[in-house]
Antibody
């Protein structure tokens, strides 16, 4: 059974940093691209970052480019999201997702972790 | 960015058909490949993949869900609607960097 378990969320002040982790199990982690997608309270979904299966390439939307960094440790089956210079608009539930790269959709989602950016 | 437009709410009666639409600001199809996907999100839960590439049912999804469309106009159909289908439904395109529609909340009349 595929499982994605996120940790690391919490309350952080504007301008500070936070690092999320996602431990994957139930599949061969290094065969898949992985992504983060977020959802602000009461709002829709926004893709945040993706990383290739080797970790050699990363992709971001303009809203987080230069502030967020996605990475992975294939030996530990773990995905990360380093979030710097956090803003109030980054407040959201962050989901770890497995990506099917051929057609770039997300077939498994973690339960999500809440990040609140507030002073 | 490709913008996906969905109606915010759809109210249907139990046992009837629900048709949820998603319109893209530009074509999300390449040749015969339709790069549109659908997700269901029940209250308090993470999204779940329902349909990929416009019309392919994801693993474990009941056959009362189906998808269709091409180019800029896509439809998710639930027939018949059951009480367990109360949720928000999101479309997502992958023709360019992934974007999602704003979601359609399915309500029971």
């Amino acid at each position: 059974e595929v499982q994605l378990v996120e940790t690391g969320g919490g309350l952080v002040q504007p301008g500070r940093s936070l690092k999320l982790s996602c431990v994957a199990s139930g599949f061969t982690f290094n065969n898949y691209w992985m992504s983060w997608t977020r959802q602000a309270p009461g709002k829709g979904l926004e893709w945040v970052a993706s990383i290739t299966n080797s970790g050699g390439s990363t992709y971001y939307p303009d809203s987080v480019k230069g502030r967020f960094t996605i990475s992975r440790d294939n030996a530990q089956n773990t995905l990360y999201l380093q979030m710097n210079s956090l803003r109030s608009e980054d407040t959201a539930t962050y989901y770890c997702t497995r990506a099917i790269t051929t057609f770039y959709y997300f077939d498994y989602w973690g339960q999500g972790v809440m990040v609140t950016v507030s002073s | 960015d490709i913008v996906l437009t969905q109606s915010p709410v759809l109210a249907v009666s139990l046992g009837q058909r629900a048709t949820i639409s998603c319109r893209a600001s530009q074509s999300v199809s390449i040749s015969s490949i339709n790069l549109m996907h659908w997700y269901q999100q029940k209250p308090g839960q993470q999204p779940k993949l329902l349909i990929y590439r416009a019309s392919n049912l994801a693993s474990g999804i009941p056959a009362r869900f189906s998808g269709s469309g091409s180019g800029t106009d896509f439809t998710l159909t639930i027939d018949p609607v059951q009480a367990d289908d109360i949720a928000a439904y999101y479309c997502q395109q992958s023709r360019e960097s992934p974007t999602f529609g704003s979601g359609t909340k399915l309500e029971i009349k």
